[in-house]
């Protein structure tokens, strides 16, 4: 019998190193997919469809929406986002593990749903570390930068409904954090639970 | 501040490997130590106390067992054995994560009283397996491999209790699931819980 893959949600403030961690472990993991988003704003240059989101109109959405096809989804600056929901299906039935990388509001709504759902959060060293990144980035100026900060320590509140928190110190270790997380993940399986929940023949 | 070690529960049925996992374990993972048991029963040939048994009288061991100086113990064939508390929860102190192979009925005593500990339940791929592995110690009649069979068959019932399952398809591969477990486990761990408890200051 072929094991179901596990349903990963990975979230965590703006800056804490994400998207370098994700691009690192699809590196070196295997029968591991990233699901991509939904979203309804114009594709930027460079973006492909189905690459970096499908993009889709604003009617397609809410058709998707409405027919339960969205996971998760949200609505910012006009514009919807979401997670849908048959392409994750379809790579956990398969037994690939499902990545999702997605806001915190995105994974408790996904947590409500699939509660064997596995929610890590991935965090700076300390908040001034996260700082320091931000402005190291140079992208962006000082007044938002204090915003990403001030939403990083809202976040920071609900961590508590995350299962794993994975320290940042370098990106080699917490993908080697991830990695072990999915491995230990996987050792709650039971391959003998079939034959015990079965009538015993006498 | 210092991490505190983890207590990890090591169970399994008699020929799994258990043995040879655990010392493939202690020799490529740090800060870790391997519990020593006590026991009544008279030193054998090359048994050393400390290393192979702390060996004490049935006047000492009734006296640690009044003062709840033994984590848990059982009887057998008229002889005491058990897990002195105290070295055990000076390693976890200390940061040092500890591992205790014992049954089942003595992993249970533990996870009544330290809920925190961490109990793996190391299994053959197969019961033929198994059988295969105790007709190959060649050191049991086919009596005694019988009921040691039928006792896995017992422990496989209460395997449920445990939180992971190590399947032992090759020492590498199960001694790789436990330093993932423990990995894992150490991302239970969340280093802004005390700024997050504290009050805060306006």
Chains 1, 2 share one sequence.
Do not use: W
């Not at 596995?118 to 965090?123: A, D, N, S």
């Not at 072990?180 to 039971?190: D, F, T």
């Amino acid at each position: 019998m072929k094991q179901r893959g596990l349903l990963l949600v990975i979230s965590g403030p703006s800056g804490c190193g994400k998207g370098t961690i994700l691009k690192e472990l699809l590196a070196v993991q295997e029968q591991i997919y990233l699901s991509v988003s939904a979203a309804t704003r114009r594709p930027r240059d460079g973006e492909v469809d189905g690459v970096h989101y499908y993009f889709m109109s604003k009617e397609q959405f809410q058709a998707e929406i409405d027919s339960d096809g969205m996971l998760e989804y949200t609505c910012y600056c006009d514009n919807y986002y979401g997670t849908p929901r048959k392409p994750i299906l379809e790579h956990l039935e398969q037994g690939d593990d499902v990545i999702l990388e997605i806001e915190v509001d995105g994974a408790l709504q996904i947590k409500k749903q699939y509660q064997d759902a596995i929610l890590i959060f991935v965090m700076p060293p300390t908040l001034e570390e996260l700082e320091q990144r931000l402005i190291g980035r140079n992208t962006e100026d000082s007044q938002t930068i204090q915003k990403r900060l001030l939403r990083a320590k809202e976040e920071l509140k609900l961590v508590g409904h995350y299962q794993y928190i994975v320290i940042n110190q370098t990106i080699e270790d917490a993908v080697k954090d991830i990695q072990s997380i999915i491995r230990a993940e996987k050792c709650h399986y039971n391959p003998f639970l079939n034959c015990e929940t079965q009538p015993k023949s006498k």
